[in-house]
T-cell receptor, first 117, second 114 residues
Framework: AQKVTQAQTEISVVEKEDVTLDCVYE???????LFWYKQPPSGELVFLIR??????QNEISGRYSWNFQKSTSSFNFTITASQVVDSAVYFC??????????????FGRGTSLIVHP | ETGVTQTPRHLVMGMTNKKSLKCEQH?????MYWYKQSAKKPLELMFV???????ENNSVPSRFSPECPNSSHLFLHLHTLQPEDSALYLC?????????????FGPGTRLTVL
């Protein structure tokens, strides 16, 4: 079973529409970390946000907002008033403590967002 | 140079060739990662080096051989690859042993195996 599920493979919207990217995770740990990354066509993943398991406060950064709900094991990402430059693949990731003494991240399959002008 | 750099950016090789991918981070991190990203698959974690020791292998075929001579450099040695190994290979770095540290990624090496 996947630890991080991004059920939406591809989303296509028209500029200025709002769009939500879903992320559902699975873990038995009480301490864990969640991340979102953006991968534009250039290929380089760029960090967007992280959340630890003890902080369920939602966050807004400009047109981006994140909704973390432990009750449903979800960490969804909303882009308001989407723009063409938002077109990219977005990855959700979960970081858990491994027995070897390090945190190993697990990535979802990614959601490809296409914003049409 | 800043961030995480990877060379070469593009590589075409035959199945009998031997080549190496290089990654360098200028961020003072002590963990480095190799990922494989192919068209229809998610990011696959291949190797992790934390404090210069390999932490996780993930059952990668032996035709891929990593090397981490110090905390700033990471190599991936390739030999007798298969066409299905064609993919984007991404390197990343982070501060180890602290789960809330994000990874910084390089631009990747686009590998094509003929």
């Amino acid at each position: 079973a996947q630890k991080v599920t991004q059920a939406q493979t591809e989303i296509s919207v028209v500029e200025k529409e709002d769009v939500t990217l879903d992320c559902v995770y699975e873990t038995r740990d009480t301490t864990y970390y969640l991340f979102w990354y953006k991968q534009p066509p250039s290929g380089e993943l760029v960090f967007l946000i992280r959340r630890n398991s003890f902080d369920e406060q939602n966050e807004i950064s400009g047109r981006y907002s994140w909704n973390f709900q432990k009750s449903t094991s979800s960490f969804n990402f909303t882009i308001t008033a989407s723009q063409v430059v938002d077109s990219a693949v977005y990855f959700c990731a979960l970081s858990e403590f491994e027995s070897g003494g390090s945190y190993i991240p697990t990535f979802g399959r990614g959601t490809s967002l296409i914003v049409h002008p | 140079e800043t961030g995480v750099t990877q060379t070469p950016r593009h590589l075409v090789m035959g199945m009998t060739n031997k080549k190496s991918l290089k990654c360098e981070q200028h961020l003072g991190h002590n963990a480095m990662y190799w990922y494989k990203q192919s068209a229809k698959k998610p990011l696959e974690l291949m190797f992790v080096y934390s404090l210069e020791e390999r932490v996780e292998n993930n059952s990668v075929p032996s035709r891929f051989s990593p090397e981490c001579p110090n905390s700033s450099h990471l190599f991936l040695h390739l030999h007798t690859l298969q066409p299905e190994d064609s993919a984007l290979y991404l390197c990343a770095s982070s501060q180890a042993r602290a789960g809330d540290n994000e990874q910084f990624f390089g631009p990747g090496t686009r590998l094509t195996v003929l």
